[in-house]
């Protein structure tokens, strides 16, 4: 497994979609930046309260996370979707498969390659739009819970790849793209109808949300993870609410389901990589 990590770790390196996301994010992290300095210095020359300028810092960080999971969503979809079909497509697998390498050793490989890329690349993405809202709008913000969020949110990326490796494994590489992004909509959708159902208290809006994160939990986990990171004085400000914050924050139940899915999700990849025929 050791070889198939290394050799798909010089793939990505290689491949052009990388290159072109690193030079979005960073004009995407240009733009936050100005975005983030123009609103800070107009509340500063409005002398408003301390107070209500921190719910406004607030408000621009969730906002800015919530942004990060497209892009973070996009990277781990368009990666994982050709990860195993893509090699089969070509005929490269042949050359793989035919070494002493098991086909399972294959699948967890290219999966835990992808995974450090995602997971670095996601935890640097948030770290940066953290850092750049906590400079301009000075939040008070815990460090320890801060890199918790972050922690959380990694296995975001992970729960799209392990789809995305499932699909993979099964289907062509534009089939699986189509459909992962699908779902990954799908949560999206779901984590919006939530929010607003527990803003206006409607109970079957929240079940909706609960139902769609059952599917899919990515969207789950990113309501998770800032409910974590902007610590007691977020969940007691208007941060909580909104769509891109946490008015309906999910419980550790929920952390513990996406762990048990990532892993259900594999042990499906495995088997249809390992019966399918090249």
Not at 152 to 166: E, G, K, R, S, T
Request: charged share 10%; proline share 3%.
């Amino acid at each position: 497994m050791k070889y198939i990590i290394q050799l798909t770790l010089k793939e990505i390196m290689n491949k052009r979609i990388l290159h072109m996301g690193v030079i979005m994010t960073l004009l995407y992290l240009l733009l936050y930046g100005f975005a983030v300095h123009y609103s800070a210095k107009n509340i500063a020359m409005s002398s408003m309260e301390a107070w209500f300028a921190q719910q406004i810092g607030y408000q621009m960080l969730t906002m800015g996370w919530y942004i990060s999971t497209f892009l973070c969503g996009a990277l781990a979809v368009l990666t994982g979707a050709g990860s195993l079909a893509s090699e089969i497509e070509s005929g490269t697998i042949l050359g793989l498969a035919s070494k002493p390498v098991s086909r399972r050793a294959i699948v967890g490989g290219k999966f835990l390659a992808y995974t450090i890329v995602t997971a670095v690349y996601s935890a640097v993405l948030l770290g940066a739009v953290a850092l750049l809202t906590g400079y301009f709008f000075k939040l008070q913000v815990d460090p320890i819970a801060l890199l918790s969020g972050i922690g959380l949110f990694m296995l975001f990326p992970v729960i799209l790849l392990a789809l995305a490796h499932l699909g993979s494994a099964r289907f062509s590489t534009l089939a699986t793209g189509v459909v992962t992004f699908m779902l990954f909509a799908l949560a999206i959708i779901g984590g919006f109808i939530e929010q607003i159902g527990a803003m206006m208290e409607n109970a079957s809006m929240i079940n909706i949300g609960v139902v769609s994160s059952l599917v899919i939990p990515s969207d789950a986990i990113y309501r998770l993870a800032v409910s974590v990171a902007v610590g007691p004085m977020g969940k007691s400000s208007i941060a909580s609410f909104g769509p891109f914050g946490a008015a309906s924050t999910p419980s550790t139940v929920m952390l513990i389901y996406a762990l048990v899915y990532i892993i259900i999700i594999l042990a499906l990849a495995f088997r249809f990589f390992g019966k399918r025929d090249f």
